[in-house]
């Protein structure tokens, strides 16, 4: 079978976004693609949107789904609907900060949570230990094949 990425709708809010890559949809539809691969799934009959917003909007969603308030770096929705995964939802002023303070690329990390939020819209989550150890383990796995390093690792 024949490893396939999912379509992506990509919707973006804040324009600030396309600043941390001139090919930010191109780099996340690769990202996608090596998920896709190293899952060995066919997504490609199913459709994901990749949400690029702001803090402020992120915030809303995170206090009306979440009972979270404040905002957050990446938030997961999955669908009810038939081909549909969902949708991840990133915060751009989170997630540019979270980079400075690591200390890594803003592209590297955006891509970064865009594979964790996909994997949770499969099911994958890291509530308990072991599923965290195994989330993690092909968050990185996905990772390097992107040539970015462990977020894991100190």
């Given at each position: 079978?024949?490893?396939?990425?999912?379509?992506?709708?990509?919707?973006?809010?804040?324009?600030?976004?396309?600043?941390?890559?001139?090919?930010?949809?191109?780099?996340?539809?690769?990202?996608?693609?090596?998920?896709?691969?190293?899952?060995?799934?066919?997504?490609?009959?199913?459709?994901?949107?990749?949400?690029?917003?702001?803090?402020?909007?992120?915030?809303?969603?995170?206090?009306?789904?979440r009972q979270q308030d404040k905002a957050t770096n990446v938030l997961s929705f999955p669908s009810d609907e038939k081909g549909e995964f969902g949708d991840?939802?990133?915060?751009?002023?989170?997630?540019?900060?979270?980079?400075?303070?690591?200390?890594?690329?803003?592209?590297?990390?955006?891509?970064?949570?865009?594979?964790?939020?996909?994997?949770?819209?499969?099911?994958?989550?890291?509530?308990?230990?072991?599923?965290?150890?195994?989330?993690?383990?092909?968050?990185?796995?996905?990772?390097?094949?992107?040539?970015?390093?462990?977020?894991?690792?100190?």
């Open positions: 079978m024949s490893e396939k990425k999912p379509i992506i709708n990509f919707i973006i809010s804040e324009k600030r976004w396309k600043t941390i890559s001139p090919l930010l949809e191109e780099e996340v539809t690769l990202a996608l693609e090596k998920t896709s691969h190293a899952l060995k799934k066919d997504f490609s009959q199913s459709e994901v949107s990749v949400v690029l917003t702001t803090d402020k909007e992120i915030h809303i969603l995170n206090k009306t789904f991840i939802i990133l915060a751009y002023e989170t997630v540019l900060k979270e980079a400075q303070e690591l200390g890594i690329s803003t592209l590297h990390h955006t891509l970064h949570l865009i594979i964790h939020g996909f994997l949770h819209l499969l099911g994958y989550d890291h509530e308990a230990d072991h599923e965290a150890g195994e989330m993690e383990s092909l968050e990185i796995k996905i990772l390097q094949t992107l040539n970015i390093q462990n977020p894991y690792e100190d």
